[in-house]
């Protein structure tokens, strides 16, 4: 990033100030490390704070870590996750442990806001897939932990959590990213996918077959072919428009 760019890590708004922490983290944007420093301990805005650190975890976690520190004991969830993040990225076996048991503490909080911020640490987390945490947030009530889940599931193609995200499966932004999920994971979805036609609700078997079509495999195109052959009418010529 630019030095003009940088300097707006000050900026009154704090989405502009947002959008930079974030545009430093997926850049790689090792020289914006300073002033991403400086500017933590200034922040106040909660998003901001978990940006910063979302990026410092990425680029330097070790110069975070003084920080984190002390801000995974914070009550703001954004920034207790954040500092739990970089802890997990950089930290000592201590402060891993400590981590590790705050989060899941996070994720089984009656607090919505919080157990998001325990899915964002996840999505986060570059090692582990975290898998029974994970199933847990799938069928969480509140739709943004939900969605952050799904996500993470299918960017890392947990294969294992197949048919947790076929659960979600139906109309709706969960249901389509469950899709979107399961075609990630590829072959190994196939068979839950297939479970699903077999004996799941109407517009979950219409999401399956849609899904099915996607994933690029020889397993998926038989099923997908049985069903235009022997399924039921409404879901072979759902299957025939997919294609």
Do not use: Y
């Amino acid at each position: 990033l630019p030095d003009a760019a940088l300097s707006r890590l000050d900026d009154d708004s704090w989405e502009v100030r947002n959008e930079l922490a974030r545009a430093a983290r997926r850049l790689g944007d090792v020289n914006a490390v300073p002033h991403l420093l400086k500017r933590l301990d200034a922040e106040k805005e909660p998003e901001v704070i978990w940006s910063l650190l979302d990026a410092l975890s990425e680029l330097a976690p070790d110069d975070a870590l003084g920080h984190a520190r002390t801000l995974a004991e914070s009550p703001v969830p954004e920034a207790r996750g954040g500092g739990l993040l970089v802890l997990l990225q950089a930290g000592d076996l201590e402060g891993i442990i400590f981590a590790a048991t705050t989060l899941r503490e996070m994720i089984r909080s009656p607090e919505a806001r919080t157990r998001a911020a325990a899915a964002r640490v996840i999505a986060g987390f570059r090692a582990g897939k975290l898998v029974e945490e994970l199933a847990a947030l799938v069928v969480d009530n509140d739709e943004e932990v939900a969605l952050t889940a799904i996500h993470t599931i299918g960017h890392r193609r947990v294969s294992a959590l197949a048919p947790n995200l076929c659960t979600r499966l139906g109309p709706g932004r969960i249901g389509r990213s469950a899709a979107i999920s399961l075609i990630k994971i590829g072959v190994e979805a196939v068979e839950p996918l297939q479970k699903v036609l077999e004996s799941g609700p109407h517009a979950a078997r219409r999401a399956a077959i849609r899904a099915l079509v996607r994933i690029d495999s020889p397993e998926a195109v038989d099923v997908v072919l049985q069903v235009i052959r022997t399924g039921g009418i409404d879901l072979a010529t759902g299957a025939v428009r997919a294609i």
